[in-house]
Nanobody, 123 residues
Framework: QVQLVESGGGLVQAGGSLRLSCAAS?????MGWFRQAPGKEREFVAG????????AYADSVKGRFTISRDYAKNTLYLQLKSLKPEDTAVYYC???????????????????WGQGTQVTVSS
């Protein structure tokens, strides 16, 4: 069973920054970040193709968040900048070996999930 462990969440003021990390036990074809705010459905944030590094972002975070990966260390990152209160959520790392081409934003396509890390942005 692939294990994913997130870290880096915390409490920040609006306009601040955070860097989230996800330590993975394998090298899936695609890895991504999702988030779930209180009372809302889980939504796709960003994804990356492990080999090649192609990325995809939700419209709500384009220009503010950056996804990257360290191939040698099997580690996924999400740099969050210009944070807004509406970014407050539990952020989850996920991976899948099912999709060989492209980056899927469908939660059901991801096989493995971390336990999440809380990001709270105050006004």
């Amino acid at each position: 069973q692939v294990q994913l462990v997130e870290s880096g969440g915390g409490l920040v003021q609006a306009g601040g920054s955070l860097r989230l990390s996800c330590a993975a036990s394998g090298r899936p074809f695609t890895m991504g970040w999702f988030r779930q705010a209180p009372g809302k459905e889980r939504e796709f944030v960003a994804g990356v193709k492990w080999i090649g590094g192609n990325t995809a972002y939700a419209d709500s975070v384009k220009g503010r968040f950056t996804i990257s990966r360290d191939y040698a260390k099997n580690t996924l990152y999400l740099q969050l900048k210009s944070l807004k209160p509406e970014d407050t959520a539990v952020y989850y790392c996920a991976s899948t070996n099912r999709i060989r081409t492209g980056i899927t934003s469908r939660s059901d396509d991801y096989e493995y999930w971390g336990q999440g890390t809380q990001v709270t942005v105050s006004s």
